[in-house]
Nanobody, 115 residues
Framework: QVQLVESGGGLVQPGGSLRLSCAFS????????MAWYRQAPGKEREWVAQ???????NIADSVKGRFTISRDNDKNTMHLQMNSLKPEDTAIYYC?????????WGQGTQVTVFS
């Protein structure tokens, strides 16, 4: 079964950090471009960051300089290091391929940044 599982979310104060993880169920994702997405309450899901199989990255302007995406193909995992978090970063964060495949959406992991 093909599955992507997100983890690492939580509650954090502004300026804090979190590291999200995405576990791939099998190696079919190893060389695929992967991405993090997020959906805030009342808003559409948006793209946050992308990483290719060769580890080239692209980061959304809204989080550039604060978020870093990485992957470990040997461990079938991808990460999103989030620093200097802001209340507007509050959302459910998802991982998927880039572009996303609808059947691969998981439950996501909740990130809440509160004062």
């Amino acid at each position: 079964q093909v599955q992507l599982v997100e983890s690492g979310g939580g509650l954090v104060q502004p300026g804090g950090s979190l590291r999200l993880s995405c576990a791939f169920s099998n190696s079919i994702f190893t060389n695929l471009p992967m991405a993090w997405y997020r959906q805030a309450p009342g808003k559409e899901r948006e793209w946050v960051a992308q990483i290719t199989g060769g580890r080239s990255t692209n980061i959304a302007d809204s989080v550039k300089g604060r978020f870093t995406i990485s992957r470990d193909n040997d461990k079938n995992t991808m990460h999103l290091q989030m620093n200097s978090l802001k209340p507007e970063d509050t959302a459910i964060y998802y991982c998927n391929t880039s572009p996303p495949i609808s059947s691969y959406w998981g439950q996501g992991t909740q990130v809440t940044v509160f004062s």
